[in-house]
T-cell receptor, first 115, second 113 residues
Framework: GAVVSQHPSWVICKSGTSVKIECRSL??????MFWYRQFPKQSLMLMAT?????????EQGVEKDKFLINHASLTLSTLTVTSAHPEDSSFYIC???????????FGPGTRLTVL | SQKIEQNSEALNIQEGKTATLTCNYT??????LQWYRQDPGRGPVFLLL?????KEKRKERLKVTFDTTLKQSLFHITASQPADSATYLC????????????FGQGTELSVKP
């Protein structure tokens, strides 16, 4: 099956700092990657769609200037949480879409804790 | 607006029994529906996809049904094992939006030995 990795797996930072999370598709090319956020005991909420070579599109209510997304290649997308605050603490998960199939392949997630 | 609901927050069953999880949706007609497994602190793992023109799909001990009239999908795990304990998520495509998915809140399954 297709594998997606995320780095780091967890990060703790001080309020006001920026944090970058990487999402890589290891054995397939993903022209589209999605970024989700999941709070405890809640479902995944789509934040944005990342397309290689173009600007990301954000879901309603997600601040694009706060959550910067870059999809530099067919195997790498990054999410930068700028000026993080405690309310940004969450589990961030990315997924890659393999063109041939409809199913998405999810990364293991990144636990962000902002103090 | 589109809404997905999964049955009861937690489901406890005995090992060997069949677990049945429900996913209901409203205000929508998805082209396909997916089921994922999520373990604590991990990302979802794809299990099965069923299309709107398919009534049933099977994979080993898993079976999914899709009733577009009732707007419901049922997910069955037969001969359940403690290792099946996890949260199961259903997800619908948002339709012609390049693979965007809407997820249900998940059902936590606990299989007791």
């Amino acid at each position: 099956g297709a594998v997606v990795s995320q780095h780091p797996s967890w990060v703790i930072c001080k309020s006001g700092t920026s944090v970058k999370i990487e999402c890589r598709s290891l054995d397939f090319q993903a022209t589209t990657m999605f970024w989700y956020r999941q709070f405890p005991k809640q479902s995944l909420m789509l934040m944005a769609t990342s397309n290689e070579g173009s600007k990301a599109t954000y879901e309603q209510g997600v601040e694009k200037d706060k959550f910067l997304i870059n999809h530099a290649s067919l195997t790498l997308s990054t999410l930068t949480v700028t000026s993080a605050h405690p309310e940004d603490s969450s589990f961030y998960i990315c997924s890659g879409v393999r063109l041939t199939y409809n199913e998405q392949f999810f990364g293991p997630g990144t636990r962000l804790t902002v103090l | 607006s589109q809404k997905i609901e999964q049955n009861s927050e937690a489901l406890n069953i005995q090992e060997g029994k069949t677990a049945t999880l429900t996913c209901n949706y409203t205000n929508y007609s998805p082209a396909y529906l997916q089921w994922y497994r999520q373990d604590p602190g991990r990302g979802p793992v794809f299990l099965l996809l069923i299309r709107e023109n398919e009534k049933e799909k099977r994979k080993e001990r898993l079976k999914v049904t899709f009733d577009t009239t009732l707007k419901q999908s049922l997910f069955h795990i037969t001969a359940s094992q403690p290792a099946d304990s996890a949260t199961y998520l259903c997800a619908l495509d948002k339709g012609n939006q390049g693979g965007k998915l809407i997820f249900g809140q998940g059902t936590e399954l606990s299989v007791k030995p």
